[in-house]
């Protein structure tokens, strides 16, 4: 480096040289003092050489001339040399290398400490699943999934102010868990039996009504197969209907010894019956020489 020739550094000199070609297509106009107007085709630009600046932001941004600023530098007359930023020049290059870079030594001669040896930090394994969306700024709007502030309906009554598991009233029959009538039956039916009696009018002692479901729900008094019934249980039963008798035999068919059961049609007579009728038809055949 100390034996180039130029005040620019090579790399820098040629990126400058690129805008200087760039700006054979410029057009400026001297406003006053050190202020430019330069257009380029359809666009225009204000130029202070001054201050180092362009209103394209390319002058500040890499501090060296752009090409607005090479065409207004070229329309004063100046040169291109006095407008580069000095970390760009050859006497700034070697003046930061000028001091002795100190050699380090290898691993051979390093010299053993008492202190522990520097390890990375472990590695603690979190709770749930790992985040995936990142962390927002805090000047862009903040999304939260929280739930406070909302009202909670219960899904069982369609009640606002609890859910499901603190949910005590009867089941709305829209809700999934509706079981049918029979869950309003029930507790109907308790609430019945729980309640005191009535007095009748006219009557001097009033007379307890029976509570035939006392300590058990009427699901359980009545039974797996009653349990479809429940519904009619608050209503008043009609009277019950007479026992049919048994059908009878009359007497010009019984005979003596004969058995009084009359048989299914569609039960079939066993082997036994079937030579117990034959010893019995045999005892009573006349006997003839």
């Not at 600023?69 to 930023?85: F, G, M, Q, T």
């Not at 709770?127 to 862009?140: F, H, N, S, T, Y």
Request: net charge positive; proline share 8%.
């Amino acid at each position: 480096m100390e034996k180039y020739s130029g005040e620019i550094c090579p790399n820098i000199l040629k990126k400058v040289n690129k805008q200087q070609q760039i700006a054979r297509n410029c057009f400026v106009r001297w406003c006053g003092g050190t202020k430019y107007e330069v257009d380029y085709y359809i666009n225009t630009f204000v130029v202070d050489l001054q201050k180092k600046t362009c209103t394209c932001g390319l002058f500040q941004f890499t501090a060296y001339p752009c090409p607005h600023a090479c065409s207004a530098i070229a329309a004063k007359r100046s040169k291109l040399e006095n407008y580069v930023d000095d970390c760009y020049k050859k006497a700034c290059y070697l003046k930061a290398y000028e001091e002795v870079i100190h050699v380090v030594p290898g691993a051979r001669d390093y010299i053993n400490t008492t202190y522990q040896l520097l390890q990375p930090p472990k590695i603690k394994k979190k709770l749930g699943r790992p985040k995936k969306m990142r962390k927002k700024g805090p000047d862009e709007v903040q999304t939260s999934n929280c739930r406070k502030g909302l009202s909670h309906t219960c899904n069982k009554c369609f009640e606002v102010g609890y859910n499901k598991k603190s949910c005590k009233t009867i089941a709305h029959p829209k809700s999934k868990f509706y079981q049918g009538p029979t869950q309003y039956h029930d507790e109907v039916l308790t609430s019945r039996h729980d309640a005191p009696p009535l007095s009748q009018d006219g009557a001097g002692d009033s007379q307890p009504q029976t509570q035939p479901f006392k300590n058990k729900s009427a699901s359980q008094q009545v039974g797996y197969e009653g349990r479809r019934n429940v519904a009619l249980l608050g209503r008043r039963n009609p009277d019950p209907s007479p026992a049919v008798p048994p059908p009878t035999v009359p007497s010009s068919i019984m005979e003596e010894g004969a058995s009084t059961t009359i048989r299914s049609k569609n039960k079939r007579s066993t082997i036994t019956e079937v030579l117990q009728n034959i010893r019995d038809r045999s005892r009573r055949r006349p006997w003839r020489p």
